[in-house]
């Protein structure tokens, strides 16, 4: 979980990068919190996302751990 963390910390330095645990299996849940998103579609904030990390040196093994990426604006969360 750390290392997803420092893979997307650089492009996300003063917003929300929460990285946990789904409490199943080896699952691994990631939510961005940032600005960066307004005017993005639901489909192009997941196609950056999933961009960065596959773009990583994050195993194959490790991607797919994560089961559920959830970028969102400040916003979004009001």
Do not use: Y
């Not at 699952?27 to 596959?54: A, C, P, Y």
């Amino acid at each position: 979980m750390k290392k997803i963390e420092q893979i997307l910390r650089p492009h996300f330095r003063l917003d929300t990068v929460d990285v946990s645990s789904s409490g199943i299996r080896d699952n691994i849940h990631v939510v961005v919190v940032s600005r960066k998103f307004d005017n993005m579609t639901e489909k192009q904030k997941q196609e950056h996302l999933w961009g960065l990390i596959d773009n990583s040196n994050l195993t194959e093994e490790q991607k797919n751990h994560i089961s559920l990426i959830v970028p969102s604006t400040p916003a979004e969360l009001k």
